[in-house]
């Protein structure tokens, strides 16, 4: 158990509708970043947040956007969704989002499918 | 982009040491060397990194090359619970900067074999 959690484990939606993806960090963690995997492009970085500030943006679409809560959790939301955008969504959480021995810690993820 | 490249696939005896190279070949003064594995669609786990100098911990072994443009991770005894997509990242640890995210590449998949 990493000690990162996110809900939901499993999704099933239809296309043009939007969902809310939820990453509650480790206890301490500061900075939370959003992977999209899917089966044919890998681990994806899609975006990363520090202390409610957005640090880093990757391939993430404009349909998706995120941010992160006082109390340090983050949500990921996902709008007009596409057959293309059924993957897994991981969550991961470090101490801080530079520096040394920063590991991130991963979250069992949410398994979207977009019918 | 990734920076490092992996063999696509390796198999490993049962309770043999597995041996997973990696090569980072234009690596820089101020990016270390991280590993993580993915069980299947599991979230991807820490494993070990290191600068220079060759590390150990629980699970692993991390041995780094004198120039540092290729590493080698070491499971010294490997189970079936081991076989997962193992990846070498090399990540910047830019005192100051913006962030450290990981950037994965492709990974090598460790098939441990009965």
């Known amino acids: 158990d990493s000690g990162v959690t996110q809900t939901p484990k499993h999704l099933i939606t239809a296309t043009g509708q939007r969902v809310t993806l939820r990453c509650s960090p480790r206890?301490?963690?500061?900075?939370v970043y959003w992977y999209q995997q899917s089966l044919d492009q890998g681990l994806q970085f899609l975006i990363q947040?520090?202390?409610?500030?957005?640090?880093a943006k990757g391939n993430i679409l404009e349909r998706f956007s995120a941010q992160q809560f006082p109390d340090l959790h983050s949500e990921l939301n996902l709008s007009s969704l596409e057959l293309g955008d059924s993957a897994l969504y991981f969550c991961a959480s470090s101490v801080a989002p530079t520096g040394m021995n920063t590991e991130a810690f991963f979250g069992q993820g949410t398994r979207l499918t977009v019918v | 982009d990734a920076k490092t490249t992996q063999p696509t696939s390796m198999d490993c005896a049962e309770g043999r040491a597995a041996n997973l190279p990696c090569n980072h070949s234009?690596?820089?003064?101020?990016?270390?060397v991280y590993w993580y594995r993915q069980i299947h669609s599991q979230g991807p786990q820490y494993i070990i990194h290191?600068?220079?100098n060759n590390e150990t911990n629980e699970m692993a072994s991390l041995i780094i090359t004198e120039d540092r443009k290729s590493s080698t991770l070491i499971l010294p005894h490997a189970t079936l619970r081991d076989t997962a997509v193992y990846y070498c990242i090399v990540r910047p640890m830019n005192y100051g900067g913006a962030t450290n995210k990981l950037i994965f590449g492709t990974g090598t998949l460790l098939a441990v074999q009965p």
């Open positions: 947040y520090y202390n409610g500030e957005e640090r």
């Open positions: 290191g600068l220079k």
């Open positions: 234009t690596i820089s003064g101020n990016e270390y």
């Open positions: 206890s301490g963690d500061l900075s």
